[in-house]
């Protein structure tokens, strides 16, 4: 299948999965390779008007990761923040963080 975007890990990310058990790990990567290639809202969901997020369920555990569009490469995704999700809602602090990283990005020098 033909990719439709390309994904671009924040270090934080980074560090995040490479937190989690190696099968965890496995299914994370397994799951972003998927979203890249089929529109599917189980596994990457539009959350706020700026925030998306890369959704991963294994065994009973829900990771979350959260993105934006870069607005100057249209096929590219930033994953800004990762995170075990406990709750049935998004906590809002991790909603402003990825906003945070976001304005961060895209206007670097301010």
Same mark, same amino acid.
């Given at each position: 299948?033909?990719?439709?975007?390309?994904?671009?890990?924040?270090?934080?990310?980074?560090?995040?999965?490479?937190? *989690?058990?190696? =099968?965890?790990? =496995?299914?994370?990567?397994?799951? *972003?390779?998927?979203?890249?290639?089929?529109?599917?809202? &189980?596994?990457?969901?539009?959350?706020?008007?700026?925030?998306?997020?890369? &959704? +991963?369920?294994?065994?009973?555990?829900? +990771? &979350? *990761?959260?993105?934006?569009?870069? /607005?100057? /490469?249209?096929?590219?995704?930033?994953?800004?923040?990762?995170?075990?999700? =406990?709750?049935?809602? /998004?906590? %809002? %602090?991790?909603?402003?963080?990825?906003?945070?990283? &976001?304005? =961060?990005? *895209?206007?670097?020098?301010?």
């Amino acid at each position: 299948m033909k990719k439709k975007f390309d994904i671009k890990l924040m270090e934080e990310v980074k560090i995040f999965i490479q937190s *989690l058990d190696p =099968k965890m790990q =496995k299914k994370v990567v397994f799951n *972003l390779q998927k979203a890249r290639e089929v529109n599917d809202a &189980r596994l990457f969901k539009k959350l706020t008007h700026e925030i998306w997020e890369f &959704r +991963i369920r294994y065994e009973n555990t829900n +990771i &979350r *990761l959260l993105a934006f569009w870069d /607005t100057h /490469t249209k096929a590219l995704v930033i994953c800004a923040t990762g995170f075990i999700k =406990k709750s049935q809602k /998004t906590p %809002s %602090s991790e909603i402003a963080k990825a906003i945070e990283i &976001r304005k =961060k990005y *895209l206007n670097p020098g301010k």
